[in-house]
């Protein structure tokens, strides 16, 4: 898609979407982008990072037919009939191998057992030994009478059900969670091959914005944006790479763009709206950019940009640090996770009941922070008081947004609305 260009500015011809449609453009370019090389890290250096190879059962999981119940092992056949006694031959405990020349289970025979054992052959049933109760030996043969009866398979886990040895346990393009570390490391994976990370530029912009370390003059502002998005970026899987921060000047903002455009994804933050010193969208407007949208029927965030520049991907995010947050989160966060190497997820909302009624003007699909609380399943939330969305401090307080669809004006409390975790 090529963007067209008035005579007298560069800037893109206005295109404005709804938030489904900007969504939906996003994930359409993220699945046609390429993740980077491949790396080999130690498993636990991989808890976040995005496999790059499929993980493989090395061995039926489970390995053996494993008891997940104390208790004996039995031919349920036996006890149909309750309660009756078995012979008890031996015992195995997690770790032994059955030895099948004492412990095969024949008929009318038991071999005490514990979780995580293996079956002893013959056998087809454990029954928890809180159902039985051990006899005194009597002329050197001990006995178990067992008060339940069970049917064959019962509590235990035959060889192969979870896995057979050779079975893709995690695919590729899968992000490392805990889980995922445990099933990489039953399977013997001390070592994981991973994608590199997608280097992403963060280029704040504004006349008015000074680095953090710096005492601020009384117009001034720090840049949070930087730091922010960069915190966002390592969250989705990315390495932010800071980049100076950009003057509201075209020709040093046009290199800071260029340098940008060396990284896998630019972000921009600021600049993106009407003003007169606007010019993030006529500087990459020169640049010869192919902008997807120019907005979003979104609140906040509306003025976000979405286009390549130099076949690399940008996001012009605006620079009211609300926005900032939660045009990444809607927008910038898929691309990352493709260019990742992840595979694609949808958006999924969470419905929590509102606690108390929201009154919005009607025509955007508004994102507003929000406090998630109660309990259990008592998810309740409530509107921040913000300021608007400059008001950092408020959205730090917030844990969530609540999401409100464009044609709703009032939502009464107690209703179910959807919510975005942050
Ligand atoms: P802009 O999108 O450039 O019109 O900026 C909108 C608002 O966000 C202004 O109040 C800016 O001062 C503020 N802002 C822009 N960039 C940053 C930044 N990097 N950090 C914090 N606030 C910013
Ligand atoms: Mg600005």
């Known amino acids: 898609m ?3 260009h008035s005579s007298s500015s560069l800037a893109p011809s206005a295109r404005v979407v709804s938030f489904e449609e900007a969504r939906h453009l996003v994930e359409r370019h993220a699945v046609g982008v390429c993740p980077g090389d491949v790396e080999t ?12 190879e499929g993980i493989v059962a090395d061995r039926d999981f489970p390995p053996f037919a494993r008891a997940t119940r104390d208790g004996y092992a039995v031919q349920a056949a036996d006890l149909a009939q309750v309660p009756t006694r078995l012979e008890v031959l031996g015992e195995v405990k997690a770790g032994d191998w059955p030895d099948p020349e004492k412990c095969s289970v024949g008929r009318g025979q038991a071999v005490g057992i514990m979780t995580g054992a293996p079956l002893p052959a013959g056998a087809d049933a454990v029954v928890m030994v809180e159902y039985t109760s051990l006899l005194d030996k009597t002329a050197g043969t001990v006995e178990v009478e067992i008060r339940r009866s069970l049917k064959s398979g019962e509590n235990f886990v035959p060889r192969g059900a979870e896995a057979r040895a050779g079975q893709l346990l995690l695919d590729r393009g899968r992000r490392l969670d805990h889980a995922g570390i445990a099933i990489a490391a039953s399977a013997g994976k001390s070592r994981v091959q991973v994608f590199r990370k997608p280097r992403v530029a963060v280029l704040s912009t504004g006349d008015e914005v000074v680095e953090i370390d710096a ?34 000047e075209r020709r040093r903002l046009r290199q800071l763009i260029e340098e940008g ?4 994804l630019l972000l921009l933050t600021g600049g993106v709206s009407m003003g007169k010193y606007d010019l993030v969208e006529q500087v990459l407007g020169e640049l010869k950019a192919d902008f997807y949208f120019t907005g979003a029927e979104i609140q906040p965030g509306r003025p976000v940009v979405f286009g390549t520049c130099s076949k690399k991907y940008f996001f012009g995010l605006p620079g009211n640090p609300v926005s900032t947050m939660v045009t990444f989160e809607l927008f910038a966060r898929p691309m990352i996770a493709a260019l990742a190497g992840m595979t694609p997820q949808p958006l999924i909302f969470l ?3 509102l606690k108390s009624e929201i009154r919005t003007k009607t025509g955007l699909k508004r994102f507003l922070p929000a406090v998630l609380s109660g309990e259990f399943e008592n998810a309740e939330v409530e509107l921040a008081r913000w300021q608007g969305s400059g008001d950092i401090a408020t959205l730090a307080r917030a844990n969530c947004y609540v999401v409100i669809p464009p044609e709703r004006g009032r939502i009464e409390a107690g209703e179910w609305v959807p919510v975005l975790m942050r």
């Open 351 to 353: 419905r929590a009941q």
């Open 2 to 4: 090529s963007s067209s």
């Open 261 to 264: 455009l060396g990284c896998d």
């Open 41 to 52: 890290v130690d498993l636990l250096a991989g808890l976040g990072r995005v496999l790059a």
């Open 215 to 248: 005492a601020p003059g009384a117009a001034q502002i720090r840049n949070s944006n930087s730091y922010s998005l960069a915190a966002q970026v390592q969250n989705a899987g990315g390495e932010a790479v800071r980049l100076a921060i950009a003057p509201d």
